[in-house]
């Protein structure tokens, strides 16, 4: 079948030469014939536009002009792939007729034919083996042969064609195979390069080296008899070793970073209406993608988690860190190899906040109009609330207990909060009533499917109160939900993504760093004075700094599996947790309230 096509593109290219040509191209030729955007690597930068990474997935493609390349280069490619490129308009009869005579002689396919338009051409058309795909292909070569010069698409065709290795156009070759520029590329790696086009993974040079020196030879061959190289020159260079560097990890500098700066853009609607949109958006547009996150303190709080937890029984600690006044995620660490595990808790992880959920019970109290020295119930094992709320009655007789079994006397709700007393804030639960705070914390930024259980519909249990949720929270979540007390009440979504730029450099999205009125302003001051008093007397005394003016809360889930610290400055507002990822390790030594 392949060899009838072969005889199928020749007598297409005899007729359309001597049977009438002029009435068939008319009658043919594709109206504004253009090559296609060329797709371009995007890229990652710091907020200081230090580049983090080259987002590319299996396509890795940096364009270059055609000035940029020696002409050794592409000399070596059209001895390669199209010796006649420029004597040719599209098809070649004379290189179909000779690829026909060498795959009959050897019974296969080992020349193609197709001239380096019909190639390009084929991105259009398609890869279907049938002879309209072909008769279109030429027809759609000599279209663009009639709107393109000659260096145009010989230019494109080296920034577009694969190599091999992830490797499309020129550019990327030359970086993956030998850890230069394509001015940097010299005549027999040129030739090694040019010879992997027609077979990439057959003539990859690490796995197939013979068969790659023997076709890199082949091109010198071609390079000398199309008067490109002398004799004595051709000869020497055929003995040279292939000298391919070895091949790269895939890695990136900051690879928590990037993996955050994906998953956002993923999941954004303003990159594209499906996922499958924003990940072709992502991998093809060449943008310039600026993140929020600093590298500077990622790696800081990537180093503190390293050092203070070095996979001791598998318990690690995630750090999340927001400005309040614009919702830049700062740091989102993790102290996970990102090559043991891509998943980042800081951002994607769901953990039960125990009782650094307690500010959000006191701030719904507020709400109400409970004010902060409301007296509350300190006792050990409260009973309260019989018949005040028979749906919660399962709860309410099973009792609340605090922690180490502590009982306090003659309580206020704000001093209740210094001490976590757990108690006091099942009454305060029991009292504002569970969907008042799950209202707040929906304005301040937790996600609501943090309280879907497993009949898919959200709970109102009363452990929501002491933070026992359906699915808990992320870090990210929890630094930003804080982060709003400390921003007079306004909310700012918390992002990773700054702004995009196309590969022009304009402008194409900015984060919405504007906010939303969450709180008033006077709750949310009552709420930094209450949590300020939690770090300079209460459960978070170690968090207190000399100079800083810090608020926060701890936390500490059931049987001690998830510990919290949530604190913040003006300018910034931090969640520490501390856990193992099974969810199911007891922390006894690393508790707080």
């Known amino acids: ?48 536009g ?20 020696p002409e050794h280069v592409w000399r070596a490619v059209l001895a390669a792939e199209d010796r006649r490129f420029f004597q040719h308009n599209g098809y070649d009869v004379e290189g179909l007729s000779r690829a026909l005579v060498s795959n009959l002689q050897a019974g296969a396919i080992t020349q193609g034919g197709s001239t380096i338009t019909q190639q390009l051409a084929k991105a259009a058309v398609g890869n279907e083996k049938t002879l309209q795909r072909k008769f279109a292909e030429l027809i759609h070569a000599m279209g663009l042969e009639q709107t393109h010069d000659k260096q145009e698409l010989l230019e494109r065709y080296l920034n577009q064609v694969y190599f091999g290795a992830g490797a499309y156009g020129i550019t990327a070759a030359a970086e993956e195979f030998f850890a230069t520029e394509p001015a940097g590329l010299r005549v027999e790696q040129a030739a090694l390069l040019a010879g992997q086009i027609r077979s990439p993974a ?18 010198l061959s071609a390079m000398v008899r199309a008067g490109w190289l002398s004799e004595e020159r051709g000869a020497r260079l055929r003995e040279l070793p292939l000298g391919v560097v070895a091949a790269r990890e895939n890695t990136h500098r900051r690879p928590y970073i990037v993996e955050a700066v994906k998953q956002e853009f993923f999941s954004n609607p303003a990159f594209g209406d499906t996922r499958d ?58 102290g996970r190899d ?52 028979p749906d919660y009655s399962k709860w309410v007789t099973q009792g609340v207990r605090n922690y180490e079994g502590a009982s306090y006397r003659n309580l206020t709700m704000v001093e209740a909060l210094h001490d976590s007393v757990n108690t006091a804030f099942a009454q305060l ?26 009949t898919g519909q959200p709970e109102s249990n009363p452990s929501i109160a002491l933070g026992g949720l359906a699915r808990g929270v992320s870090p990210v979540e929890m630094a930003s939900a804080y982060g709003t007390f400390a921003n007079a009440g306004t909310h700012v979504e918390p992002h990773v993504i700054a702004k995009v730029e196309d590969r022009n450099g304009n402008v194409i999205y900015e984060a919405d760093e504007a906010g939303q009125q969450a709180l008033d302003p006077a709750i949310a001051a009552r709420m930094v004075e209450a949590m300020k008093g939690v770090v300079q007397r209460g459960t978070a ?6 100079s800083w003016p810090v608020a926060g809360k701890t936390g500490t889930t059931q049987n001690n599996k998830d510990v919290w610290f949530v604190g913040y ?16 390790v007891s922390l006894y030594g690393l508790s707080s309230s």
């Open 1 to 48: 079948m392949l060899v009838m096509l072969m005889v199928g593109e020749s007598a297409i290219g005899l007729i359309t030469r001597n049977a009438g040509s002029a009435v068939t191209v008319q009658l043919s030729l594709p109206q504004g014939t253009s090559l296609p955007a060329l797709a371009e690597t995007s890229e990652v930068v710091g907020p200081d």
């Open 50 to 69: 230090t580049q983090l990474a080259e987002l590319h997935a299996e396509v890795n493609r940096f364009p270059v002009s055609l000035e940029q390349v």
């Open 202 to 219: 057959r003539m990859d040079p690490r796995d197939n080296p013979q068969r790659a020196k023997k076709r890199r030879n082949q091109v």
């Open 277 to 334: 949109e924003r990940i072709d958006r992502l991998f093809s547009d060449g943008l310039r993608i600026t993140t929020t996150i600093d590298p500077r303190l990622q790696q800081l709080a990537e180093r503190i988690v390293r050092e203070r937890f070095p996979n001791r029984d598998g318990i690690t600690a995630s750090i999340a860190t927001v400005d309040p006044r614009d919702g830049r995620v700062l740091t989102a660490a993790f």
């Open 338 to 389: 990102f090559q043991r595990q891509q998943f980042n808790l800081a951002l994607q992880g769901r953990r039960q906040p125990g009782s650094a959920f307690k500010p959000f019970v006191m701030t719904a109290a507020l709400e109400r109009g409970l004010p902060p020295d409301l007296p509350v119930e300190g006792d050990n094992r409260s009973r309260m609330g019989h018949g005040i709320l």
């Open 429 to 454: 639960g029991l009292l504002v009533g569970m969907d008042r705070i799950q209202d707040v914390t929906r304005r301040l930024g937790i996600d609501q499917t943090a309280y879907v259980g497993r």
């Open 541 to 546: 005394t170690q968090a207190r700094l000399p």
């Open 569 to 584: 400055t003006p300018n910034m507002s931090t969640a520490v947790w501390i856990g193992h990822p099974s969810e199911n």
